[in-house]
């Protein structure tokens, strides 16, 4: 698939999932701007990418930024959000505070972006949102992202009637193998993936690439739209 003389925004492209796919655009062919807050973060990674990649940090639940970011970057081609900051902790112990820092990353990043990205979208361009498995396979302790990325699902769909002929999906990871579970120490973290490894049909977690391969499909394939495209090694069904 070429992207050659494209321009992709990745929203959370500086680690995970989003850095896999600023890779995979620019090897064929496109460019990037890659999102986040931390600014030395991203233009370090953006150095590493090289000269088809430009970053742009602000907060996705700062407003003005969003929009000012937005009108920088001018005409592109697709958007892509896979920024994330959440906190697995059961409903009793979850702080005010710590749900709305959750929204700012699922909810409000997501709302303001295609607000302020859709009119300097190609027509024939597309926005991808990653929601995840949580929807889909209640865990204690996910409540809050569950219905994060219920919502954001539902919030595809109607937007992607309003914004047409520009297409709108969701990618929904299963357990991936990135910075997200940095917050865990080696052994905790080691424990996790091998047992969600040991739970799945496919007997492995995912890597950011599988992902990535994912959103560079729905991006490329003008005739998917309004879709959830799974990607969890059957952890529904597991
Ligand atoms: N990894 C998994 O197992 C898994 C499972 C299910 C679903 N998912 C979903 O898949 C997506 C990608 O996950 P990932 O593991 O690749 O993520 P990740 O490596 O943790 O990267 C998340 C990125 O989001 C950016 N970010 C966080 N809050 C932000 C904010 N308020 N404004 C702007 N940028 C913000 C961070 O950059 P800065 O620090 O520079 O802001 C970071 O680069 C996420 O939506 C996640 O919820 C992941």
Request: proline share 4%; no cysteine; net charge negative.
């Amino acid at each position: 698939m070429s992207f050659e003389g494209k321009k992709v925004v990745i929203l959370g492209g500086g680690s995970g999932m989003g850095l896999a796919l600023a890779k995979k655009v620019i090897s064929s062919g496109g460019k990037v701007v890659i999102g986040g807050r931390n600014a030395a973060k991203l233009g370090n990674v953006a150095v590493t990418l090289g000269d088809s990649a430009s970053y742009k940090a602000f907060d996705l639940g700062d407003e003005a930024a969003v929009r000012s970011a937005f009108e920088a970057i001018g005409p592109f081609d697709h958007l892509v959000t896979t920024a994330a900051e959440l906190t697995f902790a059961p409903v009793a112990d979850l702080s005010t505070e710590q749900v709305q820092s959750m929204l700012v990353s699922k909810f409000w990043g997501p709302f303001y972006a295609s607000k302020y990205a859709a009119p300097h979208i190609a027509k024939n361009g597309s926005i991808t949102f990653f929601s995840g498995l949580a929807a889909y396979r209640p865990a204690p302790g996910a409540s809050i992202v569950a219905a994060l990325n219920a919502a954001l699902e539902g919030f595809a769909m109607t937007l992607a009637l309003e914004i047409k002929p520009v297409r709108v999906n969701v990618v929904s990871p299963g357990v991936v193998d990135t910075p997200t579970w940095d917050f865990l120490s080696n052994d905790d973290r080691r424990g996790l993936l091998e047992s969600v490894a040991d739970s799945l049909p496919v007997g492995r977690v995912g890597q950011a690439d599988d992902l990535a391969d994912a959103a560079l499909s729905l991006m490329g394939n003008g005739f998917i739209n309004g879709t959830v495209l799974h990607v969890d090694g059957g952890g529904r069904i597991a």
